[in-house]
């Protein structure tokens, strides 16, 4: 019986239950906390694998985007099974996978973010997220909210064109906290975004992909930067998802996680936007998704 509910909303709780479960089913599993946000959320992650090759892969960034977070814990849990049963998983022996690749999860760099989405934030919370987003009217409460609870855009707080992605946001309207794209007052000023940081400096991974929602497309370059071998992975990405390559929207091209990694490694990072339509998207897309992701998650540990 699967220990990863795929048809209920993956609030914070139930994330962090459930590494620790995981953890404790599979020792190929192993699991630590990264941080504890500004509420007190764990930012939790999981490794796997014993091999030379280190890749990195984060979820829900962003809190209406939380189903990418089953996504990644879903793929642990099958990884995890294949390993102990000496099986396959997508085609791929887990085993020669796990001697190969050393895979880190970080499947909810957002809880505080995700707990005022999936009805899972105290009503203090709830409260003072509704008076930031009186701000943004215009913005749908809760279902709008991509930012964490302080109000500040996780996806914006990185160093790589931080101060242009200001200035952009800044000139669409998105000058003070709120639901979604203000930057924050410095990069890496909030808890999460350096949680992540700091962990990616700590792995020196070869590769980083970041799950996002929606559009059923793949990002992978920066400001013209020409990462040997990363075009020809996305191209092995889009062939085995059916996702589209696209060049990343200039409004939204700076800031972001993996901008920081390509300009700070140059090595390849990747935003998988999963799913079609608006966040939060539907558990009923889970299944479509999880099948474009699970080949796109094997490849990366391939390299």
Do not use: C
Not at 133 to 141: A, H, L, M, Q, T
Not at 221 to 230: D, F, K, L, S, T
């Amino acid at each position: 019986m699967s220990i990863v509910p795929t048809d209920v909303p993956m609030t914070p709780e139930l994330a962090d239950s459930l590494v620790d479960r995981l953890a404790a089913e599979y020792p190929a599993l192993r699991a630590e906390t990264l941080a504890s946000t500004a509420y007190g959320r764990p930012i939790r992650a999981l490794t796997i694998g014993t091999g030379e090759r280190r890749v990195l892969y984060s979820a829900a960034h962003h809190a209406n985007e939380w189903l990418t977070s089953t996504v990644l814990l879903k793929f642990a849990e099958d990884y995890a099974e294949a390993l102990r049963n000496g099986g396959t998983i997508g085609g791929i022996s887990a085993e020669e996978l796990s001697d190969s690749a050393t895979i880190f999860l970080v499947p909810m760099v957002n809880p505080d973010g995700v707990a005022l989405v999936t009805g899972a934030a105290t009503p203090e919370e709830q409260e003072q997220a509704r008076e930031l987003s009186r701000n943004y009217p215009n913005i749908p409460f809760p279902g709008g909210w991509k930012a964490n609870l302080l109000g500040v855009d996780l996806n914006l707080q990185y160093p790589a064109g931080w101060l242009m992605a200001r200035e952009i946001k800044f000139s669409q309207g998105y000058t003070r906290p709120g639901p979604r794209d203000y930057v924050g007052r410095f990069p890496l000023s909030q808890i999460e975004s350096q949680a992540l940081y700091d962990y990616t400096e700590r792995i020196d991974p070869s590769l980083v992909i970041a799950w996002h929602s929606q559009g059923e497309v793949i990002y992978w370059q920066y400001g013209g930067i020409e990462v040997p071998g990363a075009r020809e992975l996305a191209e092995r990405f889009a062939q085995v998802s059916g996702y589209a390559l696209e060049d990343t929207p200039y409004a939204s091209s700076f800031a972001g996680y993996k901008d920081w990694f390509i300009q700070a490694y140059r090595r390849p990072g990747f935003t998988i936007e999963v799913g079609t339509g608006t966040n939060p998207l539907p558990l009923s897309q889970f299944d479509d998704i999880y099948r474009a992701s699970l080949p796109i998650l094997l490849e990366g540990a391939v390299g």
